[in-house]
């Protein structure tokens, strides 16, 4: 005998469909919804260690800063040390000069001629003197230009004074029955030459001593 179903299968087949529908759209929400979150906690890690780094690179690059002034504050003072030191040897280097420079003009003056004063102004000298000629002067300007810590002699005047001398050409007291002959005052100007630190006036005289010698 054949059964047959009066029931509205339809309907319960279409709520059937419906429920599994909803079904399969709740899961895919759940897992859209789970790979959100996924997601925003690994944008959110790869954010925190970004700004871990961040701040690491900063903290590194104030350190680096603060090394940089102190090694820009260090050449300071070592520039400072460096300029002091080279003033300081300067002045021990000069010290000697100017025993050299009046032992070199009592070398360079000659005989029957002598001085009065000696004027220095920075790396010049201005000579002041007598000379019984004229060609005592002109010796006294050669060899002011042949030495090795002068250059640039510049005879600025001759004038004729009448002094009673002695031997040796300094000047003595005058009596009414002494004589009165005639010197030659002068002046002039010469610049110091600057030794050179090694080998270099003192080479210098040797080699016009040899030249010298030579002819």
């Not at 690179?57 to 820009?72: F, G, H, M, P, T």
């Amino acid at each position: 005998m054949a059964k047959i179903n009066l029931l509205p299968w339809r309907q319960e087949l279409r709520k059937q469909r419906k429920q599994e529908f909803l079904a399969i759209v709740m899961g895919v929400a759940l897992v859209a919804l789970a790979i959100l979150l996924f997601l925003h906690m690994m944008v959110s890690a790869q954010l925190g260690d970004q700004e871990e780094r961040k701040a690491y690179v900063k903290s590194e690059i104030d350190l680096l800063d603060k090394q940089i002034a102190e090694i820009e504050e260090l050449q300071k003072r070592k520039d400072e040390l460096l300029s002091r030191m080279k003033v300081i040897q300067d002045l021990q280097g000069r010290r000697p000069v100017i025993v050299r420079v009046f032992d070199e003009i009592v070398r360079a003056t000659p005989d029957k001629l002598y001085l009065t004063s000696i004027e220095r102004k920075g790396d010049q000298f201005k000579i002041s003197g007598n000379a019984e000629s004229n060609n005592q002067v002109a010796t006294f300007l050669r060899n002011l230009n042949a030495s090795a810590w002068f250059k640039n002699p510049v005879l600025g005047n001759v004038t004729s004074n009448e002094v009673k001398t002695g031997p040796g050409g300094r000047p003595v007291a005058k009596t009414e029955k002494d004589d009165k002959p005639k010197t030659n005052g002068f002046s002039l100007t010469v610049d110091l030459e600057a030794p050179e630190p090694a080998g270099g006036a003192e080479g210098k005289d040797v080699k016009k001593t040899n030249k010298e010698t030579s002819k």
